[in-house]
Nanobody, 124 residues
């Protein structure tokens, strides 16, 4: 089993920044692809970003490309999401997710492990 705990959410004005963290425990963290997803009220959970086990490969949703950066520190069993230039449309609950694999995936169902989520609210 893998346990994931997100932190770092909050209320920020448009144009501001936040950094989300996701601490993992239970299995060897460096074996996992890690991903961030988000779910706005009344909408489906959408892919945001993913990072390979080594950190050498990243992939982003078009809506956040150039503004968000995913990174990981395997020594700390933690993955991060640096969010800059935040917009009101970025308001959502952000979830950290983990999966074993050898290829990138942006599909929710490919990730068996999920955190509880952290709220990000961007005011205009």
């Amino acid at each position: 089993q893998v346990q994931l705990v997100e932190s770092g959410g909050g209320l920020v004005q448009a144009g501001g920044s936040l950094r989300l963290s996701c601490a993992a425990s239970g299995r060897t963290f460096s074996w996992f692809f890690m991903g961030w997803f988000r779910q706005a009220p009344g909408k489906e959970r959408d892919f945001v970003a993913t990072i390979s086990w080594s950190g050498g490969s990243t992939y982003y949703a078009d809506s956040v490309k150039g503004r968000f950066t995913i990174s990981r520190d395997n020594a700390k069993n933690t993955v991060y999401l640096q969010m800059n230039g935040l917009k009101p449309d970025d308001t959502a609950v952000y979830y950290c997710a983990a999966r074993f694999g050898k290829v990138t995936s942006t599909t929710n169902s490919d990730y068996p492990y999920w955190g509880q989520g952290t709220q990000v609210t961007v005011s205009s």
